[in-house]
Every structure is written in structure tokens, then in C-alpha cells.
């Protein structure tokens, strides 16, 4: 074993070739950058003692210098690799080109990151018409030599020469016909050496030049493959995707060939030492006996799996464990090996060449959450891992997967269109147009889609009942995506591939046509869009979720609280772990059938007698709104924020519902008319709202203040309830000043009138840039900020959310914005309000509650930046709490 030192490795800087083999490597595991995933961890396994076929790896600066040169080899390099290819001669024992002990050799891309399948490997390289004769004699097997240079030709031609596979396989096709026979195996020698000849011919008249017979020709087009295929388009799209830079450039790996396809002692396979789907600690994978590493992927015969165990799902063939135990054992030696060294799930490649075993690859294999999960905590319970590593190796975004139901993904699926992925989880109905139907049909026990251009405030009850929502608008921040989270009902939005007809009782997708009532299905973690009733599986939290989360709770230093209107999205957060809530949007209890006939009126009322009427009515459902919020949460802080409503989305949009509120409060639908025009507003809503309702018109807030402090002392004997009463829109220290003697006033009232002593805080939300920079002089005045980052982003950025869908997602590919600021916390311009704020408030008021209540709380990003600020806590929809947690967690850990 050999371990190369710092000052070794600054020696080795120029070098561009890295060998490897016998239990010696130049490399390590942690260089992946210079020799890529495959490269490295090569190295690796050969250092650890590992059997790995002897190679070397042309590290990723030659590639970036090649396509800086204008696709040139930087000077040298022929020398080094003669150099590394001598040092393979010799590990082997074999000579690379010599007609009697050919040494042949693989040739594989092999990146920073893994991208599977988007590049090329060549196998068998180095054999020609006198080699494979050497190859026979050697082998004492004609066959199998002939069937490697048949397998060579085919796929150096495609790779090097971009000869399509096609012209190779007609002619394979035929041979089997000339002799009768079905399978490729069945070709004997002499059959394929015709085949050999007929692939040369192929090669020579598509190409006008015969095959390459010089081996070190064969090797230089395999290298100038494999970087040439790091700009292809089926790679290039891949680095997009994963945004992964196109400097960074693949590695070549050079490796003696091992033969999987020798005879029966020989096989091939790939291995997870864990269930990559469960977790659970079992090995598992498959093989492929007398096969080369293409036949698995290429889907011809029918794998085999690992284990014993692996055939309750493999099907009944013969396990590797039974059927070449000596061979299982090594494997599971190495298994271990691995594990134990890499400390995590390791996905293997490799090859049996008679009976001997031999590692291709090695690499952290790539999991489900719930797997990731299970992995994470067993590796603790197994002293692998400490509990903070367990903390940091899940990604709190995966646990959305565990949360909600997920499609079954072995099930059938026709896919009709796709939107953005705005809420996850997945749902099936009958298609409905309205939030009416919605109920109708629900009532009649029937399980509907919500498909609707866009939703609104008065769709709400049509969403609740819903299994899920499609709108054709809207981005990740629109009111179906932003409700639909906070529901944790699945939502697809912004879907602009359909259309919707809702008059006529239809939505296009495409040529296709979906009338109401036919059956589709939603994938809110993707933003598929299916036809037909696809079946699901339901979440399941086990034992090593709710471990996982017990030690994140140990670790973090910021509560998580939730964003809840009513008692029963409370109850849920409960259950998922919040410590109380940090928003409860007021406005959003009155949209039930039966209230928002009053609150119309009270928004239509004008004068103060007709709206203190109107208050009246909703004073006692207020009051058990807060009742019934404060019982969910016995004792734990909850955040009210006083009335803050886009008052045009209470009003009635339509003639015919004009009517309908214009004869219920005795109005004239002209009266109705003007007034919904005048308070017509849309995001971002700066006009007439806000805390500057409560002071144009005090008895709003008077009425909801009571309501909550009556809520309180209703139940007080029980337990003592903790409101924070928020402030919103403030822009200035004397609002909120004016603001709060109003609350004292009433709460000083209903003590009286109840003879308890009722506590209780107040505070303000930091929406707008002014309140962020004034932040001083409103703490005078506030005993908690909670930064409304969903206002605040809309107006530092002057963009609406309802229009950041249509034009974010060109920004971002334009490199104009890194990000969607309404997801993550833009931490330039937002967060530096934040932290300004943060700032000015605590050196008024030392131990000023802050807190985040915009969508970016729920953000895994975002909440790593309010660690930094300091903030006490965060806030985000009830079933994102377990990834606040979880995030918070990392947060604290990575900033200790
Ligand atoms: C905010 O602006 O961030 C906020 C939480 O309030 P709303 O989304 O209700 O405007
Ligand atoms: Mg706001």
C-alpha cells in the first residue's frame, strides 16, 4: 500500500498520466477532480490491495487543455503515456501489439461527476488480425478471441469512426441466419471469424480506409474519443441539466482488459453493497455469466441476481451465491473492504475472468430518500458514521419524497404534458373545472383534479377538497402553488402545454382533448401531467425517520415553526414537529362559505356603524378560529397577523356572483361593481392594505384583537396560550406605535372583563425595504420582526410573483439571475435587507424575536443564511417542517 504525501503530490502538478496496479497508485480517492469519479477511485481500490486490473488515467487538465489547443495534446504526453503503457506491460506480463501475448486493454471517459451513459468506452482495444491469433493460442480459445475482435471492430467503429452500430448488426443477424441458430453464443469459431471479415469489409467500404491495425493508432483515436465526447450534445445537455461546468472535462482510464466472456467461470455484474431503493443492508445486484460488461446494459439476456435473497425480486434464476460461491465470498470480502474504507454505500463494477474476481469501479451509489434515510442512521448504529455526519448526509429536499404519497413507479403511465412541480406528491381524480364542481363532487365522495387557468382566494374550498390542483399559470410562488404547499396537497403549475376551456367543459393537451370527468393524474414532485388513474404508494416514516430527526433537533440552534391558518394544518405541523407557529394569515379564514358574505360586507360597508355590524358577525368565528389553534399548540408561541387582505380577491369577480353578494347585503350590483374595480390590485399589493387598513380603519383590527385575547382567556385555565400579535406592511416606527396602544387598549379591556392576566407580544413583519433600513427606530416599538420575504423580494426586486413564472426561468438559463429569488433567499440584495435589519433591531432592542415567515423559511438554502444572520427561528408550511429541521440542523453544524 502506498499513500502519496502533500509535498509529493505538489511534485507531481504537471504530471498528466497517473498509473496504477498491484497494489500501487499514483492516485488517491481524493483527487477526483484531476482524474475524475473512476480514475480516483481506481487509484484507490489498487492502494487498498484491492484486485484491479493495471491501467492509468489521463487526468481532466489534458482534456481542457486539449480543447484549448483547438483539440491538440499538450506536449509530452505521448511520452508519459509510453511511459505508463510500458508500466502496464509489465504488471501484465504482456506486450501491448505482440502477435503471441497481446497485451489489449479498455478505454473509458470518466468525469469529476458521474454522468452515466452520456460518453464512450471502447473494450478489447489492441487486437488486429495477428493479435487475435496471439489471443487464441493464449486463451486456447478461438471462439472467444474471435468474438472480442467482432465486439472490438463494432464498437471502436462507432465510438472512433462513427460507424453506426447498425451496419455490424445486419451483418450479425445474417450470419446467425446462415447457420441457423438464434442466439449470438451460438456461433461457433470458425462463423465468427467470417463475421470478423465481414465487419472489415463493412468498415473499409463505409469509410474508404481499412480498420486500424496498428494497436497504438487503435489507442490514440480511443483517447481523442473519449475527450471528443465530453462536447457532445447528449453530454453538453447532461452538464445542463446538472449544472455541471464544462471546464471541468473528463478523465481517460486506461485499463488491461479482464475477460468476462471466457467461459463459464467468467461473468460480469454490478453491485450495491446496500439497497439502493430501501436502505436495507443487504447486497444486492446482478450478473451476467460468460458476458462483457455491454451485454448487462444492452438488455439481450436476462441478469441474474447476487444473492439468494435478491431472488425474491430477481426472479428464479441461479444467484451468483449459489452458483459461484468461492467467487461470492471474494466479492463480499471486498464489499466490506470498501464500506468500511469509503464509509458509505458503495455502487461496483465488476468482472470475473476464471473464477478470479476483478474491480472495474467503485463509487457512493445513488439512493432513494428513504434509503438515504435507513443508510444514514444504521451506518451510525454501526459505528461507521457519527450522528452530525448522519445529519449532513441526507438532503432535506429528498425527505419531500417521504412525506407524500409517490406514484408507483413500476406502474404504466401516459404522459400528457408537464408544468412546474409546485407542490410534490401525487394525486388522481375526475377533472373539474371549478371550485364549485369541486365540492359538489367531493361531497359525493368522488376524488377530483382542480384544473383551473389559475386559482384564487375564492377557490380555496374547492383546493381543500381536492386530491390536487393543475393551473395553466403561475409560477413555483403563484396562489395555487403557495396554498397547494401549505394544504401539502400535490400541485402542478404554470403548465402552459395546456390550455383550458373551462366554459366548455375541457382542457387541450396538445392534440389531446380532457373533458371534465375524465380521469388524470398529477406528479407535484416532477410536474407530470397523466392520463388515467396511476397507482400510488403510501408515505411511510420509520423508525430511522423519526431518529434521524431526533438527533437534527439535538444539533440545531434555530426553532422551526409553521405557517398555519386553521387547527387542522396546525395539528399536522404538530405532528411533523413544529414549535409553534410563526404565520397565521387571518385573511385566509374568511374565505368559508358562510363568512365571506360578512367580510364583503364589511369591506362594502361605508360607514363605521355598517362595519362594526359587519365585525360583529365574524367576531365569534374569529374567536374560535384562534381557539381551536391555540388548543393545537398548548402553550407554544402563535403568530397572528392582523387582517392583511388583497381586498379584490374577497370580492366577487363575475356578474352572476356580483349579483348574488350585491342582493345578499342589499346593494346594487353597480354599487358591488365600482367597488371591487376600486380596490382592484395585484401583486405586488402596495395600495390600501395592510397595517394601513387597521389605521384608516382602527375597528378591524379592534375586533380581531378581542377576538384573540377572548380566544386566550377562554382558555386559560387550561393552559397558557402565547400570542404574538404582527403587524403587517409596516413602513414607518409611528404605525406600529399608533397600532399598538389600540391592541393594549383591548387587551387591557377584555382582562378586565375576564379577570385574567393575559400575556402576549407585538411585533411587526419586515416586508418592505423602508421597515428593513428603519429597523432601529421600529424596535423601539417591536418586541419580534418576522421577515415577509415574499413581500420583501417582490419589492427590492420590483418583480411580481404572479409574473416571475413567465420570465425567471429565461433569466436563469441567460445567466442573468443565478437563482429564483422567490424560492431562494437572494441573499445579495433580500438578505442584506435582512441582515441590516437584524442588526439595527438588535442594537435598540437587544433581544428582539426575528424570525422568517416568507415561502424561502421552508428553503434549505435560505434557512442556511438565517443561521449566519442569527435569526431565532424559521417558518414554513406544515409539511416542510421535517426539512426545516433538518436543514436547520445542517446549518448549525456547518457554522460551527
Ligand atoms: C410575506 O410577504 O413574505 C408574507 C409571509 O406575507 P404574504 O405572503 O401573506 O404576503
Ligand atoms: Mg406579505
Not at 424 to 436: D, H, I, M, R, Y
Request: with cysteine; net charge negative; aromatic share 6%.
Amino acid at each position: 500500500m502506498k499513500h502519496i504525501t502533500t509535498a509529493e503530490k505538489i511534485r507531481l502538478a504537471d504530471k498528466r498520466v497517473y498509473s496504477f496496479g498491484e497494489g500501487v497508485a499514483d492516485g488517491s480517492a481524493e483527487m477526483k477532480n484531476l482524474l475524475g469519479g473512476k480514475g480516483a477511485n481506481l487509484a484507490e481500490m489498487c492502494a487498498l490491495g484491492l484486485p484491479v486490473p493495471p491501467g492509468f488515467t489521463i487526468t481532466t487538465e489534458v482534456c481542457t487543455a486539449f480543447y484549448a489547443e483547438g483539440k491538440n495534446y499538450p506536449q509530452g504526453l505521448e511520452e508519459e503515456v509510453e511511459t505508463a503503457l510500458a508500466a502496464m506491460e509489465r504488471r501484465v506480463g504482456k506486450t501491448f501489439g505482440d502477435a503471441h501475448n497481446p497485451l489489449l486493454v479498455s478505454v473509458r471517459s470518466g468525469a469529476r461527476a458521474s454522468m452515466p451513459g452520456m460518453m464512450d468506452t471502447v473494450l478489447n482495444l489492441g487486437l488486429n488480425d495477428a493479435t487475435v491469433e496471439g489471443l487464441a493460442q493464449g486463451s486456447g480459445n478461438a471462439r472467444f478471441a474471435y468474438d472480442s475482435y467482432r465486439r472490438f471492430i463494432q464498437m471502436y467503429s462507432d465510438v472512433v469512426l462513427g460507424l453506426d452500430h447498425y451496419h455490424f448488426e445486419e451483418a450479425l443477424e445474417e450470419a446467425k441466419r446462415d447457420r441457423d441458430v438464434i442466439l449470438d453464443t451460438e456461433l461457433d469459431a470458425e462463423a465468427l471469424v467470417e463475421l470478423v471479415a465481414r465487419y472489415k469489409e463493412i468498415v473499409e467500404s463505409e469509410m474508404g480506409a481499412p480498420f486500424p491495425q496498428d494497436p497504438k493508432e487503435q489507442l490514440w483515436g480511443a483517447i481523442g474519443a473519449v475527450f471528443t465526447s465530453w462536447m457532445n450534445p447528449r453530454a453538453i445537455t447532461y452538464r445542463e441539466l446538472h449544472d455541471i461546468p464544462a471546464a471541468w472535462g473528463t478523465a481517460v482510464n486506461v485499463q488491461a482488459m479482464v475477460f468476462g466472456n471466457r467461459g463459464e467461470d467468467c461473468a460480469t455484474g454490478v453491485a450495491f453493497t446496500r439497497n439502493p431503493s430501501t436502505g436495507e443492508k443487504l447486497y444486492y445486484g446482478e450478473y451476467l455469466v460468460n458476458a462483457q460488461g455491454e451485454d448487462v446494459v444492452a438488455g439481450i439476456r436476462t441478469p441474474q441476481p447476487l444473492t439468494v435473497a435478491g431472488k425474491e425480486t430477481g426472479g428464479d434464476l441461479p444467484s451468483m451465491e449459489e452458483v459461484m460461491p468461492d467467487v461470492f465470498a471474494q466479492l463480499v470480502r471486498v464489499f466490506d473492504i470498501l464500506e468500511s474504507h469509503y464509509r458509505d454505500m458503495q455502487d461496483i463494477e465488476f468482472t470475473v475472468e476464471n473464477s478470479k474476481l476483478w474491480m472495474l469501479q467503485t463509487r457512493a451509489g445513488k439512493r432513494t430518500a428513504a434509503a438515504s434515510v435507513r443508510i444514514a442512521v444504521e451506518m451510525v448504529a454501526e459505528g461507521l458514521i457519527a450522528k452530525e455526519e448522519a445529519i449532513l448526509r441526507v438532503d432535506p429536499l429528498a425527505l419531500d419524497q417521504l412525506l407524500h404519497p409517490t406514484l408507483d413507479p413500476k406502474a404504466a403511465r401516459t404522459v400528457l404534458g408537464r408544468g412546474l412541480p409546485a407542490s410534490p406528491g401525487a394525486a388522481s381524480g375526475s377533472v373539474v373545472f371549478t371550485a364549485e364542481e369541486a365540492e359538489e363532487k367531493a361531497r359525493r365522495g368522488e376524488k377530483v383534479v382542480l384544473v383551473r387557468l389559475e386559482t384564487s382566494p375564492e377557490d380555496i374550498k374547492g383546493m381543500h377538497v381536492a386530491q390536487g390542483i393543475l393551473t395553466a399559470r403561475g409560477g413555483m410562488t403563484s396562489h395555487a402553488a403557495v396554498v397547494a404547499r401549505g394544504m401539502g396537497k400535490p400541485c402542478v403549475c404554470g403548465a402552459s402545454g395546456i390550455s383550458v376551456h373551462a366554459a366548455e367543459g375541457y382542457f387541450l393537451a396538445g392534440e389531446r382533448k380532457v373533458r371534465a370527468g375524465d380521469i388524470i393524474t398529477l406528479d407535484g414532485s416532477t410536474g407530470d401531467i397523466m392520463l388515467g388513474e396511476v397507482p400510488t404508494l403510501q408515505p411511510h416514516l420509520s423508525g430511522e425517520f423519526a431518529q434521524l430527526m431526533q438527533w437534527a433537533d439535538e444539533v440545531r440552534t434555530m426553532q422551526v415553526r409553521t405557517n398555519a391558518d386553521t387547527p387542522e394544518d396546525a395539528r399536522v405541523a404538530r405532528q411533523f414537529g413544529a414549535e409553534g407557529i410563526g404565520l397565521c394569515r387571518t385573511e385566509h379564514m374568511f374565505f368559508d362559505e358562510d363568512r365571506i358574505t360578512a367580510i364583503r360586507e364589511m369591506i362594502l360597508s361605508e360607514t363605521t356603524t355598517q362595519r362594526r355590524a359587519a365585525l360583529a358577525k365574524l367576531l365569534p368565528m374569529q374567536r374560535a378560529d384562534f381557539a381551536g389553534i391555540f388548543t393545537q399548540m398548548r402553550g407554544l408561541p402563535v403568530t397572528i397577523r392582523l387582517l392583511d387582505p388583497p381586498l379584490h380577491e374577497f370580492l366577487p369577480h363575475t356578474r352572476e356572483e356580483m349579483q348574488q353578494v350585491a342582493q345578499a347585503i342589499g346593494k346594487s350590483v353597480e354599487e358591488v361593481e365600482a367597488r371591487a374595480l376600486q380596490l382592484k390590485e395585484s401583486n405586488p399589493m402596495l395600495g390600501h392594505r395592510g397595517c394601513r387598513l387597521g389605521i384608516t380603519y382602527p375597528e378591524i383590527y379592534e375586533m380581531q384583537a378581542r377576538a384573540i385575547f377572548e380566544a386566550a382567556a377562554s382558555l386559560s385555565a387550561e393552559f397558557t396560550p402565547l400570542p404574538e400579535i404582527m403587524i403587517p406592511l409596516v413602513m414607518t416606527q409611528n404605525e406600529l406605535a399608533i397600532l399598538n396602544t389600540l391592541i393594549a387598549g383591548v387587551a387591557k379591556e377584555v382582562m378586565a372583563e375576564t379577570g385574567t392576566e393575559l400575556p402576549y407580544l407585538t411585533g411587526t413583519m419586515i416586508e418592505l425595504p423602508r421597515a428593513a433600513l428603519l429597523a432601529g427606530d421600529i424596535a423601539q416599538v417591536a418586541e419580534f420582526f418576522s421577515f415577509g420575504t415574499n413581500d420583501l423580494t417582490q419589492t427590492t426586486f420590483g418583480i411580481s410573483r404572479d409574473d416571475a413564472g413567465s420570465f425567471i426561468e429565461i433569466y436563469k438559463k441567460r445567466g442573468v439571475l443565478a437563482r429564483d429569488p422567490f424560492v431562494s433567499l437572494d441573499t445579495e440584495g433580500v438578505g442584506e435587507l435582512i441582515r441590516i435589519a437584524s442588526e439595527r433591531g438588535r442594537a435598540t432592542r437587544e433581544n428582539v424575536k426575528l424570525g422568517i415567515c416568507g415561502e424561502h423559511g421552508g428553503d434549505p438554502a435560505s434557512i442556511a443564511f438565517c443561521q449566519k444572520v442569527g435569526l431565532n427561528y424559521v417558518s414554513c408550511s406544515p409539511y416542510r417542517v421535517p426539512i426545516a429541521r433538518l436543514a436547520a440542523a445542517q446549518a448549525a453544524l456547518e457554522n460551527k
